[in-house]
Nanobody
Framework: QVQLVESGGGLVHSGGSLRLSCAASGRIFSINDMGWYRQAPGKERELVAT???????NYVDSVKGRFTISRGNVKNTVYLQMNSLKPEDTAVYYC???????????????WGQGTQVTVSS
């Protein structure tokens, strides 16, 4: 089994900052990519940012220049530094990872439980 545990959400005023963390644990042979998605009330879940094992990074246009994704020095961790937050960033943020659990297995997708980010105007 694989577990993804997020932390760092909360309530912040517009223009403020938050840092989300995600740690993957369990039966892991390798992690191909890790990333963050978010889902606002009444909307579909959307990709926010991803980072691959070779360091390739992708952001949704709405967060470029404000959010930074990085992999931690601690193995199997990923962070999302969110600056200049806006009310429209309010959502539940989910950690996602593409993981191979054995050397011979295919990559499978895993999700965290989500952490609430609320930005007040």
């Amino acid at each position: 089994q694989v577990q993804l545990v997020e932390s760092g959400g909360g309530l912040v005023h517009s223009g403020g900052s938050l840092r989300l963390s995600c740690a993957a644990s369990g039966r892991i042979f390798s992690i191909n990519d890790m990333g963050w998605y978010r889902q606002a009330p009444g909307k579909e879940r959307e990709l926010v940012a991803t980072i691959t094992s070779d360091g390739s990074i992708n952001y949704v246009d709405s967060v470029k220049g404000r959010f930074t994704i990085s992999r931690g020095n601690v193995k199997n961790t990923v962070y999302l530094q969110m600056n200049s937050l806006k009310p429209e960033d309010t959502a539940v943020y989910y950690c996602n990872a593409g993981i191979r659990q054995e050397s011979y297995s295919y990559k499978t997708r895993h999700w965290g439980q989500g952490t609430q980010v609320t930005v007040s105007s």
